[in-house]
């Protein structure tokens, strides 16, 4: 396959997890090819994305000779790689505000994704993953209690979790608020307008279109186009 013409290709819309990337990409203004793979639709069967992808999973971000999965490994990368001095998206590596960061960055990926991952497999995706109520319900519990913690962070009235600078925490944090959101999880009314003024960023605007397609929301909720 070509290299994409910028050297940057992006697998997978449709997702909070392929939304990341997206929202970097666009927060950084970089231009950059996309490939619309839908999770659980033919065209995970994209020949070109199993010739690259062996686990079948997205986001994939390809970048010159790089190829990396996991989004929050790709936002990190995105944010470092073409990091600017005029807005930054990440503490400097070394310092003891980026150790903050970044253990909140851990903590969002462990202890907030992967709880609504359970969700997603336990509740909507039962025919592949088997129905289990216990696990979810434990989930719900789980993913509240982290929340707890996310408040606890953002007091005072900070408008992102360092104090008022945005950062890769941020991004990460926000797709897992909306995604409980919009799995009706419920998550603290203190959250409500820490998430709606990140909302109002014109890169979540720019990203929300590309990533969330007619076609791929209606994968999303088992609906036909
Ligand atoms: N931890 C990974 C999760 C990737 C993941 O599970 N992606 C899903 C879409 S959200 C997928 O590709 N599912 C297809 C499958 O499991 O067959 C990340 O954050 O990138």
């Known amino acids: 396959m070509k290299q994409a013409a ?14 990341r990337p997206h929202w970097m990409l666009a927060e950084l203004g970089l231009e950059y090819e996309t490939r619309d793979i839908i999770t659980r639709t033919s065209n995970m069967e994209d020949s070109d994305f199993t010739a690259l992808s062996k686990r079948g999973k997205t986001p994939l971000y390809e970048d010159g000779d790089l190829m990396i999965g996991e989004s929050a490994a790709i936002v990190l990368f995105l944010a470092e790689h073409y990091r600017s001095p005029i807005q930054s998206f990440l503490p400097k590596i070394g310092t003891k505000e980026r150790a903050r960061h970044d253990e909140l960055c851990f903590f969002i990926m462990t202890e907030m994704d992967a709880p609504l991952y359970i969700i997603r497999r336990h509740a909507g995706l039962p025919e592949i993953y088997g129905e289990s109520i216990v696990a979810v319900d434990a989930a719900r519990e789980y993913f509240l209690r982290s929340t707890k913690e996310i408040e606890r962070r953002l007091s005072d009235d900070q408008s992102s979790l360092l104090g008022d600078t945005f950062t890769v925490a941020d991004l990460l944090l926000k797709t897992c608020l909306d995604w409980a959101g919009f799995i009706h999880v419920p998550t603290p009314e203190s959250l409500s307008a820490y998430s709606a003024a990140i909302a109002e960023r014109p890169a979540y605007q720019v990203a929300t279109a590309k990533n969330f397609t007619p076609a791929s929301m209606a994968a999303l909720l088992g609906t036909p186009e």
């Open 6 to 19: 910028t050297g940057r290709r992006l697998w997978g819309i449709g997702t909070p997890r392929t939304f």
